[in-house]
């Protein structure tokens, strides 16, 4: 069994991930993180040697379609509809995501 969690791991945690905590937050997320930890623990505990492995939880259903390929979208047809476009260079402006 793992050491407890405590007040000093939440602390150097929200350390690392940059986050200023109040008094409350510590106390508070130091138990639902041991909480979590312990609920962790109990899941590792389960024997699942005889269970086999899967990529996903439905794995008797085909959930995925075949990869047909198929022909792109001209420039012309991509470029249609987008603003400022210049269609000669192939590209089109966008509104600033970052920084803007």
């Given at each position: 069994?793992?050491?407890?969690?405590?007040?000093a791991?939440?602390?150097?945690?929200?350390?690392?991930?940059?986050?200023?905590?109040?008094?409350?937050?510590?106390?508070?997320?130091?138990?639902?993180?041991?909480?979590?930890?312990?609920?962790?623990?109990?899941?590792?505990?389960?024997?699942?040697?005889?269970?086999?492995?899967?990529?996903?939880?439905?794995a008797?259903?085909?959930?995925?379609?075949?990869?047909?390929?198929?022909?792109?979208?001209?420039?012309?047809?991509?470029?249609?509809?987008?603003?400022?476009?210049?269609p000669?260079?192939?590209?089109?402006?966008?509104?600033?995501?970052?920084?803007?």
């Amino acid at each position: 069994m793992a050491a407890a969690l405590t007040l000093a791991d939440v602390e150097r945690i929200a350390a690392l991930a940059h986050l200023e905590l109040t008094a409350e937050e510590k106390v508070l997320f130091t138990r639902q993180l041991a909480d979590i930890l312990a609920y962790a623990q109990q899941v590792q505990a389960i024997d699942t040697s005889g269970v086999p492995a899967t990529a996903h939880v439905h794995a008797r259903q085909q959930t995925e379609r075949e990869d047909e390929p198929h022909d792109s979208l001209s420039l012309a047809d991509a470029l249609g509809n987008a603003p400022d476009a210049v269609p000669d260079a192939g590209l089109f402006r966008v509104s600033r995501a970052i920084g803007g």
